[in-house]
């Protein structure tokens, strides 16, 4: 949210134009956008599994799901509400409030 920010909502917004659709020639490159933020953060928390900081059980893909969403959701209400929030602030909000209830039960 920090580079979303530093670039400003204008930047953003053809962001989200371009890899909105998924048969974007660039956006397919390489898996695309989405999957590229997918598979990364999935590896973050396969990685905190590995460690010992999240439990065996915990459903890896249905949070990265949820987490994706929520940002990438976050990005669109910005850009749609013509900027009237700031998206780092309601990153730490987001990270402070709802991530920490998402993991709460499978934090070791």
Not at 26 to 41: A, I, P, T, V
Not at 61 to 80: A, D, F, K, N, V
Not at 84 to 107: G, R, V
Request: charge should be negative; include cysteine.
């Amino acid at each position: 949210m920090e580079c979303v920010e530093f670039h400003g909502i204008n930047i953003c917004r053809e962001w989200i134009k371009d890899v909105i659709d998924p048969n974007n020639i660039r956006n397919s490159q390489d898996g695309g956008k989405w999957e590229y933020d997918f598979e990364m953060l999935k590896e973050i928390l396969a990685t905190a599994v590995q460690n010992n900081e999240l439990k065996k059980d915990t459903p890896i893909e249905l949070l990265t799901h949820l987490i994706i969403s929520q940002l990438y959701g976050m990005m669109t209400c910005w850009c749609m509400s013509d900027g009237k929030f700031e998206p780092l602030d309601w990153s730490d909000k987001f990270c402070k409030i709802q991530l920490n209830s998402i993991l709460k039960e499978f934090l070791i």
